[in-house]
């Protein structure tokens, strides 16, 4: 399962991330890395606040959790882009990571 999710990865989130690029390059004023990571944390917090309403028993529409979602997909991307993350390289040695220390658990006896 690992492999698999680390094929699809590697094979196309490169791919996702610099269509990303040329749209936000192409279309959207310059901005600083700083100021992507800023938008990202925004938009969790948005998302995040969402949750919190639900939680405390609001009735928030799916779909608001959907924009939620999707604004900080797009910031992620935006940073990565202005940090010049290669998110695909990256994700693939967390998730390996991850695995190892997974494995490892496992084997103690406990749950990850």
Same mark, same amino acid.
């Given at each position: 399962?690992?492999?698999k999710l680390i094929e699809l990865t590697e094979n196309n989130l490169k791919d996702i991330q610099k269509a990303?690029?040329?749209?936000?390059?192409n279309y959207f004023t310059a901005r600083s890395p700083e100021f992507f990571c800023?938008?990202?944390n925004g938009?969790?917090?948005?998302?995040?606040?969402?949750?919190?309403k639900q939680w405390k028993?609001?009735? @928030?529409?799916h779909s608001a959790?959907?924009?939620?979602?999707?604004?900080?997909? @797009?910031?992620?991307?935006?940073?990565?882009n202005a940090r010049k993350i290669d998110l695909a390289a990256a994700l693939t040695r967390k998730l390996q990571k991850i695995e190892s220390k997974r494995i490892e658990?496992?084997?103690?006896?406990k749950n990850f």
């Amino acid at each position: 399962m690992l492999n698999k999710l680390i094929e699809l990865t590697e094979n196309n989130l490169k791919d996702i991330q610099k269509a990303f690029d040329d749209y936000q390059n192409n279309y959207f004023t310059a901005r600083s890395p700083e100021f992507f990571c800023l938008e990202l944390n925004g938009e969790a917090g948005e998302l995040a606040n969402n949750e919190k309403k639900q939680w405390k028993g609001r009735e @928030i529409e799916h779909s608001a959790f959907e924009d939620e979602a999707a604004d900080v997909m @797009i910031a992620l991307m935006n940073y990565s882009n202005a940090r010049k993350i290669d998110l695909a390289a990256a994700l693939t040695r967390k998730l390996q990571k991850i695995e190892s220390k997974r494995i490892e658990m496992l084997k103690e006896g406990k749950n990850f």
